[in-house]
T-cell receptor, first 115, second 112 residues
Framework: EPEVTQTPSHQVTQMGQEVILRCVPISNHLYFYWYRQILGQKVEFLVSFYNNEISEKSEIFDDQFSVERPDGSNFTLKIRSTKLEDSAMYFC?????????????FGDGTRLSIL | GNSVTQMEGPVTLSEEAFLTINCTYTATGYPSLFWYVQYPGEGLQLLLKATKADDKGSNKGFEATYRKETTSFHLEKGSVQVSDSAVYFCALKSGGYQKVTFGTGTKLQVIP
């Protein structure tokens, strides 16, 4: 079964540094998402992306965050200047359509640790 | 806005016991409802879904019925196994909003 893949599985970064998290969505999917889960808390929506544009974002997704689809397969999340509170598990997801009955398929996540 | 409330964990059961994890929701419009499972060290996997009232989603012995009158989507399994130990997330997606709204997750531990 096709999978969403994320790299790296664990990223350790110094506070203030830039970090890029990478995702390869399922190949025929058109909608892409990022979520995060701070340890012991809910999975929270960050951003959705379709047709090379952000289609929805949460209040968490401020100017420090950006997303990009640099080629036909990768989808990236960049944090420009990381803060301690950015430490979390970041999940990428994709879906074929964006109707309410279409589930989103998630990757295994990247654990981001900010020192 | 949309929200999902699920029972606090952890839930500890003996193998072959009956499992219920409660989930209730508030949503605009007519949401689709999902249960995701996160096994230790892994990502979120879709376990089952239901897209309209009275639908029953089922997979791997787990079931959940979309109850519009009680705004609930409780997860059940008749006989749990040690391999079912994981965190279970109730979630919804409502038309017009692309994001999935998750509950806080319920950790299930099944002991032999």
């Amino acid at each position: 079964e096709p999978e969403v893949t994320q790299t790296p599985s664990h990223q350790v970064t110094q506070m203030g540094q830039e970090v890029i998290l990478r995702c390869v969505p399922i190949s025929n999917h058109l909608y892409f998402y990022w979520y995060r889960q701070i340890l012991g808390q809910k999975v929270e929506f960050l951003v959705s992306f379709y047709n090379n544009e952000i289609s929805e974002k949460s209040e968490i997704f401020d100017d420090q965050f950006s997303v990009e689809r640099p080629d036909g397969s990768n989808f990236t999340l960049k944090i420009r200047s990381t803060k301690l509170e950015d430490s979390a598990m970041y999940f990428c997801a994709s879906s074929e359509l964006d109707t309410s009955n279409q589930p989103q398929h998630f990757g295994d996540g990247t654990r981001l640790s900010i020192l | 806005g949309n929200s999902v409330t699920q029972m606090e964990g952890p839930v500890t059961l003996s193998e072959e016991a009956f499992l219920t994890i409660n989930c209730t929701y508030t949503a605009t419009g007519y949401p689709s409802l999902f249960w995701y499972v996160q096994y230790p060290g892994e990502g979120l996997q879709l376990l089952l879904k239901a897209t309209k009232a009275d639908d029953k989603g089922s997979n791997k012995g787990f079931e959940a019925t979309y109850r519009k009158e009680t705004t609930s989507f409780h997860l059940e399994k008749g006989s749990v196994q040690v391999s079912d130990s994981a965190v279970y997330f109730c979630a919804l997606k409502s038309g017009g909003y692309q994001k999935v709204t998750f509950g806080t997750g319920t950790k299930l531990q099944v002991i032999p």
